[in-house]
């Protein structure tokens, strides 16, 4: 059984920070990428950031680049994804998913992402 479960979600002020954490357990990840999307209110899910197996290759949205870094830790056979979140600002206000992709290669496509985790909630204030 594959578990994905995001933490660290929060209420913060505008320009503050926050890092979320994601806990990969049950069926292997290596050599998969993961990555973070989220939901705003009344919006769709879009992507986040991307980052592969190794940790070596990202990729973010524009909305978040230069504000948000994505990052694993693979040891020990198990996989811990983490956004650590900066310069925050109202419009990022959503719940953020952690998912893995079907394999590791990039995409910002939800179709390319097969196991997702519930969500942790995201609020930041003006």
């Known amino acids: 059984q594959v578990q994905l479960r995001e933490s660290g979600g929060g209420l913060v002020q505008a320009g503050g920070s926050l890092r979320l954490s994601c806990a990969a357990s049950?069926?292997?990840?290596?050599?998969?990428?993961m990555a973070w999307f989220r939901q705003g209110p009344g919006k769709e899910r879009e992507f986040v950031a991307y980052?592969?197996?190794?940790?070596?290759?990202?990729?973010?949205a524009d909305s978040v680049r230069g504000r948000f870094t994505i990052s694993r830790d693979n040891a020990n056979a198990k996989t811990t994804v983490y956004l650590q979140m900066n310069s925050l600002k109202p419009e990022d206000t959503a719940v953020y998913y952690c998912?893995?992709?079907?394999?590791?290669?990039?995409?910002?496509?939800?179709?390319?992402?097969?196991?997702w985790g519930q969500g942790t909630q995201v609020t930041v204030s003006s």
């Open positions: 049950g069926r292997t990840f290596s050599g998969y990428a």
């Open positions: 980052i592969s197996w190794s940790g070596f290759t990202q990729r973010y």
């Open positions: 998912c893995r992709a079907r394999n590791n290669g990039y995409s910002p496509a939800l179709s390319d992402y097969d196991y």
